[in-house]
T-cell receptor, first 116, second 110 residues
């Protein structure tokens, strides 16, 4: 297993365009997170999934953001009508969570979004 | 609500020690610690569960005071490779989401 993969690594888009990012977690991991990170800040929680079920979405997150994990494997994060404030690194992390057992999060390399 | 880390930044000479603190306003089930180097993804260091345990990873160790809802990360005899940004992540109850603090930037100089 090569770890958590994210695609694309970089995305430059014009304001108002829609973008979609993909995350492939470690295959046996049932929990998948999306975070957003800006320069000098910690990863900001966006949403997370247990298999295909979306457990929670950040209340700070605009309706322009949506995420799916249709078959409990890969996940996509879509941002509609992008704004300059959406420019950030979008990180995906996967965890092997079983009955509340805490294990480490494995992060992908992230997708760097620049909105011009 | 995300945990609060202090200090925001620390500069050390090789061989010196440092402590990074992580505090929460809510009761915690567990605390995670990660290190992120510039341009890279965060990398796991250790997890501490409630019960006041301590753990170590090379010369990096941590404690978790459940009653105070605090965790501390100890960098002992720091090495150049310890440079990076350290994040604590907290989980409020078993199975709940993992949220991160704002980070502490550590620079170890020769």
């Amino acid at each position: 297993d090569t770890g958590v993969s994210q695609d694309p690594r970089h995305k430059i888009t014009k304001r108002g365009q829609n973008v979609t990012f993909r995350c492939d977690p470690i295959s046996e991991h049932n929990r998948l997170y999306w975070y957003r990170q800006t320069l000098g800040q910690g990863p900001e929680f966006l949403t997370y999934f247990q298999n295909e079920a979306q457990l929670e979405k950040s209340r700070l997150l605009s309706d322009r953001f949506s995420a799916e994990r249709p078959k409990g494997s890969f996940s996509t994060l879509e941002i509609q009508r992008t704004e300059q404030g959406d420019s950030a690194m979008y990180l995906c992390a996967s965890i092997d969570e079983y009955r509340g057992r805490n294990t480490e999060a494995f992060f992908g390399q992230g997708t760097r979004l620049t909105v011009v | 609500q995300q945990p609060v880390q202090s200090p925001q930044a620390v500069i050390l000479r090789e061989g010196e020690d440092a402590v990074i603190n992580c505090s929460s306003s809510k009761a915690l089930y567990s605390v995670h610690w990660y290190r992120q180097k510039h341009g890279e993804a965060p990398v796991f260091l250790m997890i501490l569960l409630k019960g006041g345990e301590q753990k170590g990873h090379d010369k990096i160790s941590a404690s978790f005071n459940e009653k105070k809802q605090q965790s501390s990360l100890y960098l002992t005899a720091s090495q150049l490779s310890y440079s990076g940004t350290y994040f604590c992540g907290t989980v409020k109850a078993a199975g709940n989401k993992l949220t991160f603090g704002g980070g502490t930037r550590v620079l170890v100089k020769p």
